[in-house]
């Protein structure tokens, strides 16, 4: 599927060492002022080459072009184009994969499903692809801020054993891993560096928080929230499990251990441990949403690695060209974007069922 979502629909598509890559932005409310820098501040924070721990590979991601649908800096109710060009596209370093499987990647799965494969652009499994999704992300961003007061905060939560013990919003712009516990920080940065040195790479978790939400967000039966969360956390990429409220400490716990019972303080009802994460029977109250992801370690590692080639030969195989030797930071606004979209989604779609 090359679209995602029911109102607030985004579809992506172009490829990803090619000359351009492009989002179409579909059912956006009219009339709407779009601040243009705020769209590149937010591609700024995705691009390659942000730090020696990311690719050094340069692109210009900031520079993108509106193709329709945008009058007067506003929205017009119809599609929205938005196009990237590639300034650094170098295809011909992946010749050497014309006949072989990168392991951990979609070389072999590609052929199986499609019988057909081009190595040079690598179609839609690259990370390269999220490009589209931040540019959405930008635009809803705004708007959930500006309409109902909605913002997001992703951050990396633990790297190996450091984790944050304390979360400061202020701090995630001003290191180069987007964590959010100063005092960690520099730990979790050498860590990395270490790994990165030896050719390897590393497990990650980012958390995220969606701070005030509306009360009223679901869709019943299979529209919950958490299953809607987890679907658009889980089609990106580098995620493999996805996780709210109490995590999965709460095995060990019984009901009378986990359970939350209600308080007031005359202005507001609220929980003493918010173990269920304020998403009552998967719909959300009007406290926080807080979600973790599990991010894989990078799969091209300049490492030798054992793999095969078409005619089933087992070989080694290294790369030789420019990737992240830690995505990490670069992974923290597509977390956010991805959230941003569901939500305002879901808002719009309650809202078309009430007029």
């Not at 945008?70 to 590639?86: A, D, G, L, Q, R």
């Not at 057909?116 to 959405?136: C, F, G, K, P």
């Not at 658009?232 to 009378?256: H, K, P, Q, R």
Request: proline share 3%; charged share 25%.
């Amino acid at each position: 599927m090359n679209s995602h979502w029911r109102i607030f629909t985004i579809t992506t598509f172009w490829e990803s060492h090619w000359n351009a890559l492009w989002v179409v932005i579909d059912w956006m409310p009219a009339n709407f002022k779009i601040n243009f820098e705020n769209i590149a501040y937010e591609l700024g924070r995705r691009k390659p080459g942000q730090s020696h721990i990311t690719t050094w590979r340069k692109e210009l991601d900031e520079e993108f072009e509106v193709l329709s649908w945008i009058f007067e800096w506003k929205s017009t109710w119809h599609p929205i184009s938005i196009i990237v060009k590639n300034s650094n596209q170098k295809s011909w370093d992946y010749d050497n994969l014309k006949d072989l499987y990168r392991p951990n990647h979609a070389d072999l799965t590609y052929d199986l499903k499609y019988w057909i494969r081009d190595h040079r652009w690598w179609w839609r499994s690259s990370w390269r692809e999220t490009l589209s999704r931040v540019i959405a992300w930008a635009i809803a961003k705004q708007y959930l801020k500006e309409k109902f007061w909605i913002e997001f905060y992703a951050f990396t939560s633990q790297v190996w054993e450091y984790k944050n013990q304390k979360i400061d919003y202020d701090f995630i712009e001003k290191n180069i891993l987007r964590t959010a516990d100063k005092d960690i920080s520099w730990n979790m940065i050498k860590y990395v560096e270490d790994i990165a040195s030896k050719w390897n790479s590393v497990w990650w978790i980012i958390e995220c928080h969606i701070k005030n939400p509306p009360s009223w967000l679901w869709e019943p039966v299979f529209g919950k929230i958490k299953s809607i969360l987890a679907s658009s956390m889980l089609s990106i990429g580098w995620v493999l499990w996805f996780e709210y409220g109490a995590w999965f400490n709460t095995i060990n716990l019984t009901w009378i251990d986990y359970n939350e019972w209600f308080e007031s303080d005359w202005l507001k009802i609220s929980s003493a441990h918010n173990n269920y994460n304020w998403v009552l029977w998967w719909i959300t109250t009007w406290e926080d949403i807080i979600f973790r992801v599990a991010i894989k370690p990078t799969s091209s590692i300049y490492t030798k690695q054992k793999t095969v080639d078409k005619n089933l030969n087992e070989i080694d195989f290294q790369i030789s060209w420019r990737h992240d030797p830690c995505i990490l930071p670069r992974v923290v606004p597509v977390i956010e974007s991805m959230a941003a979209i569901d939500i305002l989604d879901l808002i719009l779609l309650n809202n078309a069922k009430k007029y």
